[in-house]
């Protein structure tokens, strides 16, 4: 079975922005795409029209928001089979810890939690062996350089309950806790993709974790200071091409649409994928089968509470 419908998370900037026009260049793809705010969505929406390109409202540290975005695409699908769905949206949270009205540490869910629920709801919808891609990210793992030059210690999973309260580490100052929640996000999204590929029938999709490695510029960056934002923005993609490991939001979108349409890959599934199409190890403690089975048992609960 063959489809021309795809969903993409986070696609109003960025990777996601990029990703969204590579797909649309297709004349035969249809896009449907989840905002925060659609109206605010001015440089998608300038990618196709409502025919190709259905943007609809979701926040994903909401699980209302992202049980009521879940129901709005199987309208919008009427009956139609998903192609792929690359779960991209991502949120680097600054200052005190933040919870969520459901009483979640925000940047778990909005970056894995939200993300899970969704493929729980959708994934009937999904054409047999349809790659869902998880955006994850280097800084999961307390081996890779880049990211402790950047501050990131890797992920910390102190387990299921703790890490969803985003209750890592007492002993950290505030901003090295919020890039711990940041990598522990990215951690937990390789964790889940290793356990459902794990437990997938023949047939079922294709779940890969995908890290589109440091893309200075983009909008990660959004709630860090102001002299922050302005040199991620202005200095550090001058510097990027020299740092191995850096990418620009154009070359990981290229990657990361050959993975959605099966250009690459076509039959990986439980892989860890990074920019240059290459598959490389993730951290040690993300191959950890029983840190993989506790969240897994932690995200189906949490997918059975709205």
Request: aromatic share 6%.
């Amino acid at each position: 079975m063959s489809s021309s419908h795809h969903l993409v998370t986070g696609a109003t900037s960025g990777i996601g922005l990029e990703l969204a026009a590579l797909l649309l260049a297709d004349p035969a793809c249809r896009l449907v795409v989840g905002a925060r705010r659609p109206e605010a969505a001015k440089a998608l929406r300038a990618l196709a029209g409502p025919d190709r390109l259905a943007i609809l409202p979701l926040d994903l540290a909401s699980l209302a928001s992202t049980v009521a975005f879940a129901e709005a695409v199987e309208r919008q699908l009427a009956g139609a089979k998903l192609a792929s769905f690359s779960a991209n949206a991502g949120l680097q949270a600054a200052g005190p810890r933040r919870l969520t009205a459901d009483g979640y540490e925000e940047t778990f869910q909005a970056n894995f939690l939200g993300h899970a629920l969704l493929i729980a709801r959708l994934r009937r919808h999904l054409v047999p062996s349809a790659p869902v891609v998880l955006t994850a990210s280097g800084t999961h793992d307390p081996a890779n350089r880049l990211a402790r030059r950047f501050g990131f210690r890797g992920g910390l999973f102190v387990g299921a309950d703790h890490v969803a309260k985003g209750e890592l580490d007492p002993a950290a100052s505030a901003k090295q806790l919020d890039r711990d929640r940041y990598a522990t996000s990215k951690l937990c999204a390789i964790l889940y993709v290793y356990a459902v590929t794990r437990r997938a029938s023949a047939g079922d999709a294709r779940f890969i974790a995908f890290d589109p490695g440091l893309m200075p510029g983009t909008g990660l960056a959004r709630e860090r200071s102001a002299v922050e934002r302005w040199a991620w923005s202005n200095v550090l993609p001058l510097l990027a091409h020299a740092m191995p490991g850096t990418s620009t939001a154009r070359r990981s979108a290229l990657a990361l649409a050959k993975l959605l349409t099966g250009r690459a890959f076509p039959s990986g599934r439980g892989l860890h994928v990074d920019f240059t199409l290459a598959e490389t190890p993730s951290s040690r403690g993300s191959r950890r089968e029983d840190w993989q089975e506790e969240l897994l048992r932690f995200a189906d609960c949490a997918a059975l509470e709205p």
